[in-house]
């Protein structure tokens, strides 16, 4: 695919051969863009940003500087081989970040949603799967093969440990340590991180109703504080709360087929 005629190259630029630039786009001072990059229109690589590999980008993300996009993988068993990156559209994708594509020892894609935040130093690894809405604060990490549902929130200085799971709607507070699942609409924090309840600040600026928080927070009180142990919980949760679909979204992530433990409370 060629490059738009309309778009907007500086000439410290270098795009290589090979590359597709869409219609709109801006390569801003001193940027590189290599051979199998293709970047869909209107966006904007403000300057010294370097995009390689086989990396797609969607349309209307701006990209800030220094930031470092489909590069090889940080991890001793890649080979060179040609796996993928693919980011949706507008994101927002600050100073330093850095994305890596892929491995054999996975899906050889890592997946970026769209409509994402990620901020200064933000990195996420080879085969992640980050969803829609998502916000990496400055420095946060994902290790490879760490998934993260839509909306959620990781602060500052955190780190995912690789193969964890981040459910949808959750909080991660800054400088945790995440090495085992969170479950959706959860909120943790510590070294290591420990469930501490729900997401209701998020729940809230996400326009969910009261009665819908009330029953999640009803479900979580049963899930990790009733008799019994959590597995002999679930049933009877999924049960009592079969219309409210976000409970549901729990109970399926805790029901899903994973080696990981979960983020449960301290005292529990």
């Known amino acids: 695919m060629p490059i738009a005629s309309d778009a907007e190259i500086h ?14 786009c801006k390569i801003g001072p001193f940027c590189a863009v290599g051979p199998g990059v293709q970047i869909a229109e209107k966006v904007e690589l403000i300057s010294h940003v370097a995009v390689q590999g086989l990396t ?30 693919k980011i949706g559209a507008r994101n927002r994708i600050r100073e330093h970040v850095t ?3 892929g491995t054999a020892g996975d899906r050889m894609l890592t997946t970026v949603g769209s409509g994402g935040l990620f901020m200064m130093g933000a990195h996420v690894g080879h085969d992640c799967q980050v969803g829609d ?14 998934a993260i549902g839509d909306f959620a929130v990781l602060g500052g200085l955190c780190a995912i440990h690789q193969f964890c799971r981040v459910g949808a709607h959750a909080m991660v507070g800054g400088m945790s340590g995440v090495e085992k699942d969170v479950i959706p609409f959860g909120s943790v924090i510590g070294n290591r991180a420990a469930l501490g309840g729900l997401n209701v600040i998020g729940l809230r600026r996400r326009g969910f109703d009261r009665q819908t928080i009330h029953a999640l927070r009803s479900a979580y009180e049963t899930l990790f504080f009733g008799e019994g142990v959590l597995s002999e919980r679930v049933d009877p949760v999924a049960e009592a709360y079969a219309d409210i679909e976000p ?3 729990i109970i399926r992530f805790i029901r899903a087929d994973t080696s990981r433990s979960f983020c449960t409370p301290r005292d529990t």
Not at 11 to 24: E, F, K
Not at 65 to 72: K, L
């Open 99 to 101: 994305m890596n594509p």
């Open 11 to 24: 000439p410290t630029a270098v795009v290589a051969d090979g590359a597709s630039i869409g219609s709109g």
């Open 247 to 249: 409970v549901q979204e």
């Open 133 to 146: 809405n998502v916000i990496l604060a400055n420095n946060a990490t994902l290790a490879g093969h760490v």
């Open 56 to 85: 797609e980008i969607g349309e209307e993300t701006r990209i800030f500087p220094f930031a470092s996009i489909g590069s090889e993988p940080q991890d001793l068993k890649y080979a060179g081989e040609q796996s993928r990156l």
